[in-house]
């Protein structure tokens, strides 16, 4: 299984972006947990979670209201838009999918929110 995650940068604060999580190799069991991030200096944190099929959603406090998750199953990809953005939302964001009950990671992109 990869993941290939896309549509980090640098962006001003108060900017959107909005990222990718293509997966390859995957068995039809697989179903996407979300994104992660982590900052320089700090442990890897839950930014959002769904459920299998995308009917549940669960964001961190300080995303609600500014972030979105969604899955589209035809290509195998889940997104992250990120409105409002904010300095402390600068770090490397991950996602996850787990297959088979086994866990995967992407290898990360980074968002720099510049204030």
């Known amino acids: 299984v990869q993941l290939v995650e896309s549509g980090g940068g640098l962006v001003q604060a108060g900017g959107s972006l909005r990222l990718s999580c293509a997966a390859s190799g995957s068995t039809s069991s697989m179903n996407f947990v979300g994104w992660y991030r982590q900052a320089p200096g700090k442990q890897r944190e839950m930014v959002a979670v769904?459920?299998?099929?995308?009917?549940?959603?669960n964001y961190a406090d300080s995303v609600k209201g500014r972030f979105t998750i969604s899955t589209d199953s035809a290509k195998n990809t889940m997104y992250l838009q990120m409105n409002s953005l904010k300095a402390e939302d600068t770090a490397v964001y991950y996602c996850?999918?787990?297959?088979?009950?086994?866990?995967?990671w992407g290898q990360g992109t980074q968002v720099t929110v510049s204030s």
């Open positions: 769904i459920s299998s099929g995308g009917g549940s959603t």
């Open positions: 996850k999918l787990r297959d088979l009950g086994r866990q995967y």
